[in-house]
């Protein structure tokens, strides 16, 4: 059984190659900088963190300095029960079409977005920089917790964080965007994958009723960088089973546990 596997790695490892030498670069990197305009790092990788094991959430603030943060006392995600119902303040989306180029880097599925597509809350602008995806879901939600969790991770100017989650669950009333991504999902262990050229719209990965819960809290993964901005849709998106298999196959399983409340206060913007 193991040897179909392999083979198969190693041809995309292969076809992942070629399409860097397609584009006259030497590294994914390069061609990823080429063709999408999305800048090398240039810093040096971070130190590793993991779901599990010797590198999991309950480590993650001891194995480096600049994940202190994951030991804080506004961490996310939490439990949103006893949130505080106040008059419905609509969030503003602004999003162009971007191509779809996916990411895998061993942690997560990355959708890179590029710049101009923003999110207006309380009149003041967050840009989107990425879409990614947790399974099971992160948030507890009216006490449950989702099938998958999306993340459209946005940034202000000052370099302030403001979280958008998605719950997904497996209904009838399938989204067709998450379809389309699930067909185009990189190969399960094959890191620093992108998937072919086409455009997708992260205003169609948003629930069509959007009422929603705000608290403050913090990436849910290092550095756990904290004064985020979350809002928590409270409608789900749905999705077939066999989707959310594909998405589970690649993803393993990659949801923070949950984190203190401490005192913190969530709002609940529901008409
Ligand atoms: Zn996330």
Redesign the pocket.
Known sequence: MGEPRVQCRTLARLFSVLLSCYAGESSAWSWRESLFGIPEPREPPPVPWAYSGDNGPDRWASLSPKYAACGGQQQSPIDLSGATVVPFSPLSFHYRSNPLHIINTGNQLLLHYQPGSYLIANHHPYELKEV?F?SPGEHVIRGTVADLEL?LVHQDERGRFA?VAVPVRVGIRRNSTLMRIAERLPPVDLQGYYARRRGINAVFLLPVKKTYFRYLGS???PPCTEDTIWFVFDHPLEIDAGDLQRFRQVLGRNARPLQPRNGRQVFAFLR
Do not use: G
Request: proline letters at 0%; zero cysteines.
């Open positions: 990614h947790h993340h979280v990436l849910t993964h």
